[in-house]
């Protein structure tokens, strides 16, 4: 597991999500993409990928005169540390009660998700998960 801190907002995970998309990318390219859209000036993007680097989410190497950028963290890695971040800040220390909160809108919503979920539940415990 790589030692890495979580993007801060939206638009740290935008540049990162772009740069899983290019594989990697110069400053400018990502700023093209997510700055200019967003309706930043280059040296947010810069600042912004500079954090990257900082939290270990993305590596440079020089190319040339210029610092091209990499991911240095797996898509799917990031993704399952920010859902256990938003699940620990959504269940807080008791999780019980909103767990079955959650359980009760899933099923209003969409009582066919609750079947998958249970379904996911039961794989998890064959696996020797969450027993």
Do not use: C
């Amino acid at each position: 597991m790589a030692d890495f801190r979580l993007p801060a907002d939206d638009l740290e995970y935008a540049v990162l999500a772009a740069l899983w998309d290019l594989g990697a990318a110069s400053v400018r390219a990502l700023h093209e993409r997510v700055g200019v859209p967003a309706g930043h000036v280059y040296t947010t993007t810069a600042k912004v990928v500079d954090r990257l680097r900082d939290k270990g989410l993305v590596i440079r190497r020089r190319e040339g005169g210029a610092f091209v950028y990499l991911p240095a963290v797996e898509r799917g890695e990031v993704e399952r540390a920010r859902a256990r971040q938003l699940m620990h800040r959504f269940l807080g220390p008791g999780p019980h009660a909103a767990v079955a909160a959650l359980v009760d809108v899933v099923d209003e919503l969409d009582p066919g998700l609750l079947a998958e979920l249970e379904r996911v539940i039961r794989s998890k415990r064959r696996a020797g998960h969450g027993t």
